[in-house]
């Protein structure tokens, strides 16, 4: 079975510092997707960014990036300049080619002023 | 305006009275699914459905039931709520087939059961 972990239940950064929010997983699967979310205190689920498996590039989205390490089923979150609207609680997710998706228990993220 | 609707938004029952959670999308996708959020234990997969009359189950079923009669509607059933019920629940849509489409979610449902 598929399993996600994020360690690091919760983190904080100075503002305009960069964080990194790690996230490994479990699969036998080669091919699937892997995806980070943001919920904001609003509780509204936000795509951050997204990566599929097959590709080696790394996804980035403006000041959002991920280090995906296929071979060490590693896919962790950079963000940089760390603004006050990012605080948010973010998980991690992994979709397999059937569409069974499985969410990590999340990082809440604190940004400090 | 793409969304994801689910009605009511908040609601407070007693053990054992049945309930339903509707969830409506508007973009046409195949994919709806349900989520329950519980503190320290993320989001788990309740049901999702691929298609029209097509469900299957997810991380956490029992307890809960849904259908899929049109495409764009997706309710959840508690048949006989229970205390251990009690959580935020969220519905999601997407498109299937080639790269996943990105998941809509909707704005949540927040239940609670005495």
């Known amino acids: 079975a598929q399993t996600v972990t994020q360690s690091q239940p919760e983190m904080s950064v100075q503002e305009a510092e960069t964080v990194t929010l790690s996230c490994t997983y479990d699969t036998s699967e080669s091919d699937y997707y892997l995806f980070w979310y943001k919920q904001p205190p609003s509780r509204q689920m936000i795509l951050v960014i997204r990566q599929e498996a097959y590709k080696q590039q790394n996804a980035t989205e403006n000041r959002f990036s991920v280090n995906f390490q296929k071979a060490a089923k590693s896919f962790s979150l950079k963000i940089s300049d760390s603004q006050l609207g990012d605080a948010a609680m973010y998980f991690c997710a992994y979709r397999n080619r059937d569409d069974k998706i499985i969410f990590g228990k999340g990082t809440r993220l604190h940004i400090l002023p | 305006e793409a969304q994801v609707t689910q009605n009511p938004r908040y609601l407070i029952t007693v053990t054992g009275k049945k309930l339903t959670v509707t969830c409506s999308q508007n973009m046409n996708h195949e994919y709806m699914s349900w989520y329950r959020q519980d503190p320290g234990l993320g989001l788990r997969q309740i049901y999702y459905s691929m298609n029209v009359e097509v469900t299957d189950k997810g991380d956490v079923p029992e307890g809960y039931k849904v259908s899929r009669k049109e495409k764009r509607n997706f309710p959840l059933i508690l048949e006989s709520p229970s205390p251990n019920q009690t959580s935020l629940y969220f519905c999601?849509?997407?498109?299937?087939?080639?790269?996943?489409?990105?998941?809509?979610f909707g704005p949540g449902t927040r239940l609670l059961v005495l």
């Open positions: 999601a849509s997407s498109l299937l087939g080639g790269p996943p489409e990105t998941q809509y």
